[in-house]
């Protein structure tokens, strides 16, 4: 029985005529999707494992752990920079080159980290690490969207999105153990090699398309002018703001708060990963389903789920399932975030989709920032989900404004037209 053939999603910055390529069988599809997953995983290990190892980058370059944490929030700044710029100068660029020259960045990035002398230039290569994290995903999601009918479209991004969630269940803590047992910079070498291994995944496996040729960067920057744009970055800037108020700090969380040894650091982020997987999973179906109201419901649980954590942390059990049951939360509200910005974008969807991780690293250096302040006022460990919650609430306030145009406006944001041809599944994502 001949493999079914997956038509390019219309809308989705399809190659002109002249140059459209032969429809793709299914095993292709999803090879294709995974050697962009694997881009996932390496970023995803080099974003969150800092977390993991902080204590002992600290200790390396011989600063407090407060201080140590500008280490996480100058990498978050680097997305936030990257993202946009990046996206919006390359949009005319073939997809699959532009992938391969993010991820050779990102290699370099790590390698510089790796070999850093000092504190200061530990900062400057992190924030050089950050700058192609947004951008790849950001054409990662388009290349993964164009592969499929639209009513999969979510699908096709949340496998992509996969590995960074596969990255938290095995790529952290593994990187985290092997920076607390032989140096923290092991941990950075560790993402090099899966860097490698993506650069040539991608080079193998993923079919060649053009970028947009009447794309301008004017044009791609029209996105910041649409309010829907804007408020839905800013429910993830100030929302998911929450999570990273209380994941920067998990270690000692872990070991301060429930008196837990260092050993078990691992095992929580592991559990954190778990979550991941699940919520990346669900978010890409509730997103097919019914993408804002699966926004509004996942920020709610998220910001509930951080006060329980706030509560329940002295007890370890209770501090694995809060953990658990936060990264479910997240990572739903993560994938809608993407959708969403694809969505509201118009024609500049490769730069909706990378400024999600802008507006998500935007969060990351808020919610660090914010607990680290409370800590240093000598709240405890306890206090950032505190915090957390609070973001999660006030993250609300933008999308019942969003919520509120749409009702003015008397229709929900243009969906793209359905394709005509036979359907592919992807992988069960």
């Known amino acids: 029985?001949?493999?079914?053939?997956?038509?390019?999603?219309?809308?989705?910055?399809?190659?002109?005529?002249?140059?459209?390529?032969?429809p793709l069988s299914t095993a292709r599809v999803v090879v294709a999707v995974?050697?962009?997953?694997?881009g996932g995983f390496a970023i995803g290990t080099t974003e969150f494992v800092t977390m993991g190892v902080l204590p002992d980058i600290a200790e390396g370059v011989g600063v407090d752990i407060p201080s140590a944490g500008h280490v996480i929030s100058v990498y978050a700044l680097g997305v936030v920079v990257g993202a946009p710029v990046i996206a919006a100068l390359s949009a005319r660029l073939p997809r699959r080159a532009l992938l391969i020259g993010l991820m050779a960045a990102f290699l370099v990035g790590n390698g510089l980290t790796a070999l850093a002398p000092g504190y200061g230039t530990l900062l400057l290569a992190r924030f050089l690490t950050g700058l192609p994290h947004g951008a790849y995903f950001g054409v990662a999601s388009l290349v993964a969207a164009s592969l499929v009918a639209p009513h999969l479209r979510g699908r096709a991004v949340s496998s992509v999105m996969l590995g960074l969630a596969a990255a938290m269940?095995?790529?952290?803590?593994?990187?985290t153990w092997l920076g607390q047992q032989f140096g923290w910079r092991s941990a950075y070498w560790t993402v090099v090699v899966l860097a490698a291994m993506t650069v040539a995944a991608v080079l193998a496996v993923v079919p060649s398309s053009p970028g947009r040729s009447e794309a301008t960067v004017r044009g791609e920057l029209g996105a910041l002018r649409r309010p829907q744009v804007l408020l839905t970055l800013l429910v993830g800037i100030v929302g998911f703001g929450g999570m990273f108020a209380l994941y920067s700090y998990i270690a000692p969380v872990v070991t301060d708060v429930a008196e837990l040894s260092r050993g078990t650091v691992?095992?929580?982020?592991?559990?954190?990963?778990?979550?991941?997987?699940?919520?990346?999973?669900?978010?890409?179906?509730?997103?097919?389903?019914?993408?804002?109201?699966?926004?509004?419901?996942?920020?709610?649980?998220?910001?509930?789920?951080?006060?329980?954590?706030?509560?329940?942390?002295?007890?370890?059990?209770?501090?694995?399932?809060g953990v658990f049951l936060v990264s479910v939360a997240a990572s739903t509200l993560a994938i809608c975030l993407q959708m969403r910005l694809m969505e509201t974008a118009g024609e500049a969807q490769m730069l909706g989709a990378a400024?999600?991780?802008?507006?998500?690293?935007?969060?990351?250096?808020?919610?660090?920032?914010?607990?680290?302040?409370?800590?240093?006022?000598?709240?405890?460990?306890?206090?950032?989900?505190?915090?957390?919650?609070?973001?999660?609430?006030?993250?609300?306030?933008?999308?019942?404004?969003?919520?509120?145009?749409?009702?003015?406006?008397?229709r929900t944001p243009v969906r793209l037209?359905?394709?005509?041809?036979?359907?592919?599944?992807?992988?069960?994502?």
Do not use: E, K
Not at 169 to 175: D, E, F, I, K, N
Not at 293 to 310: I, P
Not at 359 to 365: D, Q, R, S, T
């Open 417 to 429: 037209a359905p394709a005509p041809t036979r359907q592919v599944r992807v992988p069960a994502a």
């Open 266 to 321: 691992p095992v929580v982020l592991l559990a954190y990963g778990a979550g991941g997987v699940v919520g990346t999973v669900l978010g890409g179906r509730l997103a097919d389903l019914s993408l804002f109201r699966s926004l509004v419901g996942s920020l709610v649980v998220l910001g509930v789920l951080l006060v329980g954590v706030a509560l329940t942390s002295p007890y370890p059990v209770a501090l694995f399932v």
């Open 169 to 175: 269940l095995t790529g952290v803590p593994a990187a």
């Open 355 to 410: 400024l999600n991780h802008s507006a998500l690293n935007l969060a990351n250096a808020l919610g660090a920032w914010l607990g680290g302040l409370v800590i240093a006022a000598g709240l405890g460990y306890r206090a950032p989900s505190v915090v957390g919650a609070g973001l999660a609430a006030l993250g609300l306030l933008p999308l019942a404004i969003s919520a509120v145009l749409r009702r003015r406006a008397g």
């Open 34 to 38: 995974v050697a962009l997953a694997i």
């Open 1 to 22: 029985m001949p493999a079914s053939r997956s038509p390019l999603a219309a809308g989705v910055s399809a190659a002109p005529p002249s140059t459209v390529r032969p």
